[in-house]
T-cell receptor, first 110, second 118 residues
Framework: RKEVEQDPGPFNVPEGATVAFNCTYS??????FFWYRQDCRKEPKLLMS???SGNEDGRFTAQLNRASQYISLLIRDSKLSDSATYLC???????????FGTGTRLTVIP | NAGVTQTPKFQVLKTGQSMTLQCAQD?????MSWYRQDPGMGLRLIHY???????DQGEVPNGYNVSRSTTEDFPLRLLSAAPSQTSVYFC?????????????????FGNGTRLTVT
């Protein structure tokens, strides 16, 4: 079983829509969680960390569900500029490695 | 700070040639790593290092060597290039937010190297 699983999409949504992505992880001892955004032919860039209590940054909300071992990213009022691939990252406790999901491709349509 | 600097941005090799991808960071990060990214496969860890003189294998180390003689530099060597090594390569660095934790700060990525092996 993969350490991190993510629906690859693609998700095609109209502008203004709300869209949510989930990412499941297999190691219950995982400690740190992040969402990254990657634009075509560019390096991944940190979008937001995911905290146990959930956190929000403008139109973006990240949540962690430890019982079911998944993290989620909610994007409200989608903009054309949100079109990108969204990668989840999980770091197990005490590990020197971190694990990436394969990414979810989002396209926001005018 | 320049952050993580990768060179070259693009490279074309013939099968059997060798080359070194350079990676340097100026943030004094202990942790450095190399990933390759292929369509549908996501980012896969090749090698990583938790400090000068220390390296370890990741998920897909075969055909690649690394060394970490300084904190700043973490070059990736392709010993005998194969078409299967055609990919986009990213170098990344991070650090521990406290001594007891994993390397759990967000990764800082270089701009990537697009390698084609013919």
């Amino acid at each position: 079983r993969k350490e991190v699983e993510q629906d690859p999409g693609p998700f095609n949504v109209p502008e203004g829509a709300t869209v949510a992505f989930n990412c499941t992880y297999s190691n219950s001892a995982s400690q740190s969680f992040f969402w990254y955004r990657q634009d075509c032919r560019k390096e991944p860039k940190l979008l937001m960390s995911v905290y146990s209590s959930g956190n929000e940054d403008g139109r973006f909300t990240a949540q962690l569900n430890r019982a079911s071992q998944y993290i989620s990213l909610l994007i409200r009022d989608s903009k054309l500029s949100d079109s990108a691939t969204y990668l989840c990252v999980v770091i197990p406790t005490g590990a020197n490695n971190l694990f990436f999901g394969t990414g979810t491709r989002l396209t926001v349509i005018p | 700070n320049a952050g993580v600097t990768q060179t070259p941005k693009f490279q074309v090799l013939k099968t059997g040639q060798s080359m070194t991808l350079q990676c340097a960071q100026d943030m004094n990060h202990e942790y450095m790593s190399w990933y390759r990214q292929d369509p549908g496969m996501g980012l896969r860890l090749i090698h990583y290092s938790v400090g000068a003189g220390i390296t370890d294998q990741g998920e897909v180390p075969n055909g690649y060597n690394v060394s970490r003689s300084t904190t700043e530099d973490f070059p990736l060597r392709l010993l005998s290039a194969a078409p299967s090594q055609t990919s986009v390569y990213f170098c990344a660095s991070s650090y521990k937010t406290d001594r007891r934790s994993s390397y759990n700060s967000p990764l800082h990525f270089g701009n990537g190297t697009r390698l084609t092996v013919t």
